[in-house]
């Protein structure tokens, strides 16, 4: 007799049932219906649907007995069931619940995004949503459950708070504050947000946060903000009050080491002494000094003139900010009297060099500093470079080389007015004739001023500049820096020495900032950077600039300014962005920051920019926004950004090679090809370049070396070209 059972019913966890035959007696052959697949054990069949199967059980003698069984499917899942929190609100949350599903919950919303949290579905931003959702379990999905719409109403535009994130005092006596705060809106719908403070600040698109220069005498501010399609909202901010007990304390200057100064009686001196000062609180500094020798005078931040007494000579230094606190370092000026015989002429010349300093760098390489010495002066500049080794530059002596001994005789030039003179100068001789100053112990820089905490916006551009003075170097090397713990979205330029982009989500990190000597020797430094949440959602409509962020500005003069600043935009498609300033800038599809010299006889620019052919267009008043920054009283250079050059292919083979030239993006750049006597063979030049520039230069035929010089108005790198 033949039996046949099944390990059923079909569902959605037992996708496949098997069959199971039975009959007593050796040499039983089996033989199961159609829609059964037997396996190995041929007494055993699966079976991935329900119905009615049999099996034929055949014996050795021939007889055979058919038996059957009936599979049953229970495969049918139910839609979830959906309800929310509420049908509406103004400018609340609203969650949507899916109940009686055994798996898992697959959503499905149209009119926006928002939150999945397993059953729970939540969105936040203002609009109308349609949130449906399916259950899955093994192999088994439910149909659409029956939708449910929800509407979060923007509702009345408002500023319903302020955060006081900094108080810094610059001067007591006046009453004289830095306030950084940002407010908190309500009502937002998707549209730029343009906040002022009434008769301080003017309106700005920049995102949050603010810093104002106010005075006590002026204890509560208004701020006015407003966005397209609402009405002005306006808030009383009473900073003074938020201010008390949260006065950050004013630090002092920081003075690092003057290394000492060798002059040449007669001839022209310069020193800048912001490059050894800093004030942490970023407050303009008033400087002063005594000891100086004869000829030498204070302007500004600036040592200059021309020494009159040969001699040494200590002189102090001191930095003072608004609030007294004061930094001071001693400095010795050694002024030698001419040792180089004047020929007797009076027209311009170059009659030797003075001051001549050797150090080892290798065995076969030497940094030597020193001076020209002039004769003809008249009182013009004067414009002086080594031929193939550095750029034109009116800054006074010494200068100082990196040189190689295969390479023992350089050319100085100098110009004054329509005057060239040339002096052929065999430096290796002159430091075989004095000792060579042997290499020093490294030592590791050191930091500075530091950085404060910061605050971006998650979607908004943000831009930190790291500011000359952060770091210092008692060997006063090149410092290189870099940067670790960035949240998502933002990254550092070295060319610019800034963390730049757009931070994708809100949280809080620690960042640090390193500083690197070439010697392998570093400092760091950390800030807390908190990005806070997106205050609105992506702007649906068209491709605009919103505004300016990330705004520096450098005093040059008194009617000059060097300005740094980023443009915001919205309605970005992942387009290539050209952006330009009217008269100033020339269109460019490099990022920003873009750096520009302007007067404060024009203090609003017009910023363009087009995405896809879409134009848009921006009036920035850009003094206004200096007058307001923090930034904007301090006369202290960014940074050299490091001047990069890479041939593609030295031994050159053919009749040109490619040059790739980084690190100095927005900046014009000049290529000179010269032989080995300094003859120019070609030269060219790029007014603005963007990111990494791949330039062809070609080389003339029978030049076995040729010599090539990349320079910006600061910087140059040589390279020697050998032809294959």
Not at 341 to 356: D, S
Not at 566 to 574: D, E
Not at 638 to 644: F, Q, R, V, Y
């Amino acid at each position: 007799m033949a039996t046949l059972v099944n390990s059923g019913p079909l569902s959605c966890t037992n996708p496949v049932v098997t069959l199971a035959a039975g009959e007593n007696g050796f040499g039983v052959s089996f033989r199961f219906s159609a829609g059964a697949t037997q396996l190995a054990t041929r007494s055993l069949a699966t079976v991935l649907t329900a119905g009615v199967y049999s099996v034929t059980v055949t014996a050795p003698s021939g007889c055979s007995a058919i038996a059957q069984t009936t599979v049953t499917s229970e495969t049918a899942l139910a839609a979830p069931t959906l309800q929310a929190s509420a049908p509406a609100t103004d400018n609340q949350p609203i969650s949507v619940t899916a109940a009686g599903c055994p798996g898992a919950i697959n959503w499905l919303v149209q009119g926006g995004s928002g939150q999945p949290a397993g059953t729970i579905y939540t969105v936040t931003q203002p609009g109308t949503y349609t949130i449906s959702a399916r259950c899955s379990t093994g192999s088994c999905t439910s149909a659409d459950a029956p939708p449910v719409i929800v509407t979060i109403r923007a509702g009345v535009f408002a500023i319903t708070g302020v955060t006081t994130q900094q108080c810094q005092l610059v001067d007591a006596t006046r009453g004289e504050f830095l306030v950084t705060f940002a407010p908190q809106y309500s009502g937002l719908n998707g549209s730029p947000v343009s906040l002022a403070v009434v008769n301080e600040v003017a309106a700005t698109a920049a995102p949050a946060p603010y810093t104002v220069r106010l005075f006590t005498d002026n204890p509560v501010v208004t701020l006015a903000a407003t966005q397209a399609g609402s009405p002005e909202a306006r808030y009383s901010y009473s900073w003074r009050a938020a201010c008390i007990g949260n006065v950050s304390p004013n630090r002092p200057p920081v003075a690092s080491a003057i290394p000492a100064q060798p002059l040449q009686q007669n001839q022209p001196y310069q020193l800048v002494l912001t490059s050894y000062f800093a004030d942490p609180d970023g407050q303009p500094l008033r400087f002063s000094a005594s000891g100086l020798p004869a000829g030498i005078v204070l302007t500004g931040s600036q040592l200059g003139g021309s020494p009159t007494t040969s001699g040494t000579t200590s002189a102090t230094i001191t930095a003072t900010d608004p609030n007294g606190l004061q930094a001071t370092t001693a400095v010795v000026f050694t002024v030698s009297a001419p040792d180089v015989p004047v020929p007797p002429t009076t027209g311009f010349a170059i009659t030797g060099v003075t001051n001549l300093s050797c150090v080892a760098v290798s065995s076969s390489q030497r940094r030597i500093s020193f001076s020209p010495v002039y004769s003809g002066l008249n009182g013009q500049p004067v414009r002086f470079r080594v031929v193939n080794e550095s750029s034109e530059t009116t800054t006074p002596g010494p200068y100082t080389l990196q040189l190689y001994t295969d390479n023992p005789t350089i050319t100085l030039e100098a110009v004054q007015a329509n005057a060239t003179a040339t002096y052929r100068y065999n430096w290796l001789a002159g430091c075989t004739n004095q000792p060579t100053t042997p290499p020093t112990g490294n030592r590791p820089p050191t930091v500075g001023t530091g950085l404060g905490n910061q605050t971006a916006q998650a979607g908004q551009g943000y831009t930190l500049f790291i500011p000359a003075g952060t770091f210092t170097d008692p060997d006063n090397d090149q410092l290189q820096l870099s940067v670790s713990g960035l949240p998502a979205g933002l990254s550092f330029s070295a060319a610019q020495n800034a963390i730049t982009g757009t931070p994708s989500q809100a949280g809080t990190s620690t960042v640090q900032v390193s500083a690197t000597d070439p010697g392998g020797l570093s400092a760091s430094t950390s800030f807390v950077l908190t990005v806070q949440p997106a205050s609105t959602n992506p702007t649906p409509g068209g491709f605009s600039i919103a505004g300016v962020t990330g705004v520096r500005c450098e005093t040059l003069s008194a009617g000059e300014r060097q300005l740094s600043f980023s443009p915001v935009y919205t309605g970005l498609t992942g387009a290539p962005v050209s952006f330009g300033v009217t008269n100033e800038l020339v269109t460019t599809t490099a990022p920003g920051p873009y750096a520009l010299r302007l007067y404060t006889d024009n203090p609003a620019i017009t910023l363009t920019a087009t995405q896809g052919g879409t134009p848009a267009s921006y009036r920035f008043n850009w003094l206004a926004a200096c007058a307001t920054n923090p930034n904007g009283r301090q006369a202290v250079a960014e940074a050299g950004s490091p001047l990069s050059v890479v041939v593609l292919g030295n031994p050159v083979i053919g009749e040109s090679v490619e040059v790739l030239i980084g690190g100095v993006a927005g900046q014009a750049v000049d290529l000179s090809l010269t032989d080995l006597a300094g003859n120019r063979l070609h030269r060219q030049q790029l007014p603005q370049v963007s990111g990494t520039e791949r330039v062809v230069v070609p080389i003339p035929a029978g030049r076995a070396m040729t010599i090539l010089k990349v320079s910006t108005a600061t910087q140059h790198q040589t390279v020697k070209l050998i032809r294959q």
